[in-house]
T-cell receptor
Framework: SQQGEEDPQALSIQEGENATMNCSYK?????LQWYRQNSGRGLVHLIL?????REKHSGRLRVTLDTSKKSSSLLITASRAADTASYFC?????????????FGAGTRLFVKA | DTEVTQTPKHLVMGMTNKKSLKCEQH?????MYWYKQKAKKPPELMFV???????INESVPSRFSPECPNSSLLNLHLHALQPEDSALYLC??????????????FGDGTRLSIL
């Protein structure tokens, strides 16, 4: 089964609104990452948060991590049409030397202009 | 433009054909990955190479054969594929640092269709 599960599966908002996506995982982790994938393209790394961090910012992105609840959230503020994409959380699965990354099911975000 | 280049972008092949997917990066990354992604699903890890040696094989059928000729190149040889193998095949690379996952850089993939 997948390490990360995300909700909502799909999200449609107006340009300028904030978008929040959530990710839950099952086992302990060293870090959690968020990626974006535009239609027909590869994934783009957005942000990495370590297990001893609670919050991290990058531009309009804010990521939180709650290891006690095994959950993370990605907030995109002041969304733009160009933010339309699928967003995946990704965790390290086990002791494989830091190579095995497991992706969550993803949230499809649609930002209407 | 992505820093990981995959060729071809599209590939249509019959079940008896032999073809290869290619991936190249010049970022000095020593870990390289193959993923398979079906429509509206997350990428699924297939293989990982670290320092040009196969580190992880996620029980992938032998009709998929990876090869890492040098630190910049990664190939995926295909033979006798099945229609269910139709998918987007993504290559990625990353630095290697201790035991913790590093951010991966992805190519735009090869969209494979099996007739």
């Amino acid at each position: 089964s997948q390490q990360g599960e995300e909700d909502p599966q799909a999200l449609s908002i107006q340009e300028g609104e904030n978008a929040t996506m959530n990710c839950s995982y099952k086992t302990s982790i060293n870090n959690l990452q968020w990626y974006r994938q535009n239609s027909g393209r590869g994934l783009v790394h957005l942000i990495l948060i370590r297990s001893n961090e609670r919050e991290k910012h990058s531009g309009r992105l804010r990521v939180t991590l709650d290891t006690s609840k095994k959950s993370s959230s990605l907030l995109i503020t002041a969304s733009r049409a160009a933010d339309t994409a699928s967003y995946f959380c990704a965790t390290d699965a086990d002791n494989t030397g830091g190579f095995k990354t497991i992706f969550g099911a993803g949230t499809r975000l649609f930002v209407k202009a | 433009d992505t820093e990981v280049t995959q060729t071809p972008k599209h590939l249509v092949m019959g079940m008896t054909n032999k073809k290869s997917l290619k991936c190249e990066q010049h970022m000095g990354h020593r870990a390289m990955y193959w993923y398979k992604q079906k429509a509206k699903k997350p990428p699924e890890l297939m293989f990982v190479y670290s320092y040009e040696k196969l580190s992880i094989n996620e029980s992938v059928p032998s009709r998929f054969s990876p090869e890492c000729p040098n630190s910049s190149l990664l190939n995926l040889h295909l033979h006798a594929l099945q229609p269910e193998d139709s998918a987007l095949y993504l290559c990625a690379s990353s630095q290697i640092s201790g035991h913790y996952n590093q951010p991966q850089h992805f190519g735009d993939g090869t969209r494979l269709s099996i007739l």
